[in-house]
């Protein structure tokens, strides 16, 4: 992974939240394309077509679920790993979301910046690894 800058989408109506993680993962290598209105969310990631979408959950105008619906419908982005950043953070939720609803990743908020990063790190390797595979 070294070496390569990883694009991720990033669906999330806190601004605070979206610029600290836009530092913090710029200086990771990651380059992120934040997005504050959950209305353009699914548009921007037809467009970018990036590495990861990180989504927030519970939005206003369009919740984080009706985006990765969407996503996974699509035959153009149903194999970008899509990480959930939430603040539910019952076990069912989780459960709910890794094991039903099939999301790559589940972060509950508040969560620690070092945590995301290897948490997308994790998600990226595993899809190459997918990559590889096929």
């Known amino acids: 992974m070294a070496g390569t800058k990883y694009r991720i989408v ?10 600290l993680s836009q530092i913090v993962l710029s200086h990771k290598g990651f380059d992120v394309v934040p997005i504050s209105d959950s209305r353009e969310g699914y548009e ?3 467009r970018e077509k990036p590495d990861v979408v990180v989504l927030d959950l519970m939005m206003p105008e369009i919740d984080g679920w009706s985006i990765y619906n969407r996503i996974k419908a699509d035959a153009d982005l149903k194999h970008i790993p ?3 950043v939430t603040a539910k953070a019952q ?16 972060l509950t908020k508040p969560y620690d910046q070092s945590q995301l990063v290897t948490l997308l790190n994790q998600v990226i390797k595993q899809r190459e690894g997918e990559q590889t595979e096929e």
């Open 82 to 84: 899509v990480v959930v």
């Open 44 to 46: 921007i990631v037809r």
């Open 91 to 106: 076990a069912a939720d989780k459960a709910m979301a890794l094991h039903l609803a099939k999301v790559d990743g589940y």
């Open 10 to 19: 990033w669906i999330e109506d806190d601004p605070e939240l979206l610029r």
